[in-house]
């Protein structure tokens, strides 16, 4: 079964300050995993794939197979990355999405 | 980027009444489309996978009889939840994935249901 879990409902971070999201997974086969991002009344959106292995708006996550993580960093939090994190998994030619129960990130000015 | 849009994003029925869901692919076609219903502070949780032309897959504990779901087109899903309850209220959010067989999925603005 697919399963994705992320520990911390709520984060607070000073602006400036290193962040770091967690997620854990769990699948049997290859995994596709994936940051979305929902800032306030707005649609999710994508933030980042690990396929991809690129940054966005200074945002990493590199896939750790032997820990089944995830995680995701920035290493200087900005105010405008205040929104909901989710960790989604997915698996190769399966289009389904399991996703976490996500991480409220607050930037504190 | 592709956008995927619903219909309504707010709507209010009474108890016992159906209202209809509409999800749009706006410049892309989607074979699949995925239907989820997010609680409040609550993850995403996925309620069916609807196909085009053929019947909607539920998943496990999702009453089919209840949540209708017709793909009529390729750029059309329709989510009809029948005989409302106030326990139904909730944010139906859909999406579409990029393309065939893609895991990364294009997500609608979500509808907000409130039955009373």
């Known amino acids: 079964a697919q399963r994705v879990t992320q520990p911390e409902k709520l984060l607070s971070v000073f602006k400036g300050a290193p962040v770091e999201l967690k997620c854990n997974y769990s699948y049997s086969g290859s995994p596709e995993l994936f940051w979305y991002v929902q800032y306030s009344r707005q649609r999710l959106q994508l933030l980042l794939r690990?396929?991809s292995r690129e940054s966005i708006k200074g945002f990493t996550a590199d896939l750790n197979k032997g820990e089944t993580s995830f995680h995701l960093k920035k290493p200087f939090a900005q105010e405008e990355d205040s929104a909901m994190y989710y960790c989604?998994?997915?698996?190769?030619?399966?289009?389904?999405?399991?996703f976490g129960t996500g991480t409220r990130l607050t930037i504190i000015p | 980027g592709a956008v995927v849009s619903q219909h309504p994003s707010w709507v209010i029925c009474k108890s016992g009444t159906s209202v209809k869901i509409e999800c749009r692919s706006l410049d892309f076609q989607a074979t699949t489309m995925f239907w989820y219903r997010q609680f409040p502070k609550q993850s995403l949780m996925l309620m069916a996978t609807s196909n085009e032309g053929s019947k909607a897959t539920y998943e496990q504990g999702v009453e089919k009889d209840k949540f209708l779901i017709n793909h009529a087109s390729l750029t059309l899903s329709t989510l009809t939840v029948t005989s409302a309850h106030p326990e139904d209220s909730s944010f139906y959010i859909c999406?579409?994935?990029?393309?065939?067989?893609?895991?990364?999925?294009?997500f609608g603005p979500g509808t907000r249901l409130t039955v009373t």
């Open positions: 989604a998994l997915g698996g190769f030619g399966n289009e389904k999405l399991t």
């Open positions: 999406s579409a994935p990029r393309g065939t067989g893609s895991v990364e999925q294009y």
């Open positions: 690990h396929i």
